[in-house]
C-alpha cells in the first residue's frame, strides 16, 4: 500500500504535541530501555499514519500522542511489561498497542490479528518501513487465529476498543497460552462488563486478577482489565466466526 505525502502532513504532526509533547513519554515511562531509539520509531510511526489513506482512528491529531502512544505504553506496562515471549494484540488496527510494544520490546515476538483486508496491509507495510522484524501480521478474524498456530500459545493477549468483555475473553484466551496474561483496555463500563463476563471467564478458563486505571498524567480515563489464563482453552471454542458476537457466553 502506498503511503501519499501531503505538504499539511507537517502540519498535523505538529499538533501532536499540543496536548501531550513526545519528549514527554521517556518520563512519564522511565523503566523503558533506551528512549532515543524507540522515541523515534514512534513519531515515524505517527507519521506515517497521518500519510495513509487508510482509516484506523477518529481520534483528531492533537490528541494522537496521549490516545494512542501514551495509553498504548500504559496499557504495556500495567500488563507487566514484558521484555520477551510472545503478545497478540487483537484488532490492532493502526498498530495500538501491539506495533508500539514492537517498537519498545524488541525482544518480543509480536503477532497482530487484524480481520480487516486494508489494516492488516496498513499494518504489514508499517512494520516494514519502522524496520520491526519481531511482528507478524495475522489477516484473519480472532476466532480463526484462536483454531489456528496461535492458539493457547500467548504470554501476553492484548486488545483495546474491539467488543464488549465477554465477546473480548473469546478473542483472547483461546490465544493466550495457560499461565499467561489477559488485558483488556476498556473505558468506564470496564467495571460493569466484567460482571457480564462471569460466564465467559469461568468456561475460557480465566481468572480475573486486577483492575489497573490508567495514571492521571496519561489521560486517566481508561483502566486495564487483568486475567490470567489458569487451564488449556476448552475445544467448544473459539465458536465460529461472528458467533461470539451475536451469542456472547452467558
Keep these: 500500500m502506498r503511503l501519499r505525502k501531503e505538504p499539511?502532513?507537517?502540519?498535523?504532526?505538529?499538533?501532536?504535541?499540543?496536548?501531550l509533547p513526545w519528549e514527554t513519554l521517556p518520563e512519564l515511562f522511565p523503566d523503558?530501555?533506551?528512549?532515543?531509539?524507540?522515541?523515534?520509531?514512534?513519531?515515524e510511526h505517527a507519521e506515517l499514519l497521518a500519510a495513509t489513506p487508510v482509516q484506523t482512528t477518529t481520534v483528531?491529531?492533537?490528541?494522537?500522542?496521549?490516545?494512542?502512544?501514551?495509553?498504548?505504553?500504559?496499557?504495556?506496562?500495567?500488563?507487566?511489561?514484558?521484555?520477551?515471549?510472545?503478545?497478540v494484540d487483537v484488532g490492532s488496527g493502526g498498530g495500538f498497542p501491539g506495533l508500539v510494544m514492537a517498537a519498545v520490546a524488541p525482544g518480543i515476538e509480536v503477532h497482530?490479528?487484524?480481520?480487516?483486508?486494508?489494516?492488516?496491509?496498513?499494518?504489514?507495510?508499517?512494520?516494514?518501513?519502522?524496520?520491526?522484524?519481531?511482528?507478524t501480521v495475522s489477516g484473519e478474524r480472532a476466532e480463526e487465529a484462536g483454531r489456528g498456530p496461535l492458539r493457547d500459545g500467548a504470554d501476553l493477549a492484548i486488545a483495546r476498543a474491539v467488543a464488549p468483555l465477554p465477546v473480548l475473553l473469546?478473542?483472547?484466551?483461546?490465544?493466550?497460552?495457560?499461565?499467561?496474561?489477559?488485558a483488556a483496555v476498556k473505558g468506564s463500563r470496564?467495571?460493569?462488563?466484567?460482571?457480564?463476563?462471569?460466564?465467559?471467564?469461568?468456561?475460557?478458563?480465566c481468572e480475573h486478577t486486577a483492575t489497573?486505571?490508567?495514571?492521571?498524567?496519561?489521560?486517566?480515563?481508561?483502566?486495564?482489565?487483568?486475567?490470567?489464563?489458569?487451564?488449556?482453552?476448552?475445544?467448544?471454542?473459539?465458536?465460529?466466526?461472528g458467533i461470539p458476537r451475536k451469542r456472547p457466553i452467558a
Design 8 to 19: 499539511e502532513i507537517r502540519l498535523k504532526m505538529a499538533a501532536l504535541e499540543a496536548t
Design 32 to 43: 523503558l530501555e533506551e528512549p532515543e531509539r524507540w522515541l523515534p520509531l514512534l513519531r
Design 60 to 87: 483528531k491529531g492533537e490528541e494522537v500522542v496521549a490516545r494512542h502512544f501514551a495509553e498504548s505504553l500504559e496499557a504495556y506496562r500495567l500488563a507487566g511489561a514484558p521484555e520477551a515471549g510472545r503478545a
Design 112 to 135: 497482530l490479528v487484524e480481520a480487516r483486508k486494508k489494516r492488516a496491509e496498513l499494518l504489514a507495510e508499517l512494520a516494514e518501513r519502522l524496520g520491526l522484524s519481531n511482528v
Design 170 to 182: 473469546e478473542y483472547l484466551a483461546p490465544l493466550t497460552a495457560p499461565g499467561g496474561t489477559i
Design 190 to 205: 470496564g467495571e460493569s462488563e466484567l460482571t457480564e463476563a462471569e460466564a465467559a471467564i469461568e468456561a475460557l478458563n
Design 212 to 241: 489497573e486505571a490508567m495514571r492521571a498524567e496519561v489521560g486517566g480515563r481508561m483502566r486495564v482489565l487483568l486475567f490470567r489464563k489458569t487451564g488449556p482453552t476448552p475445544p467448544r471454542y473459539p465458536r465460529r466466526p
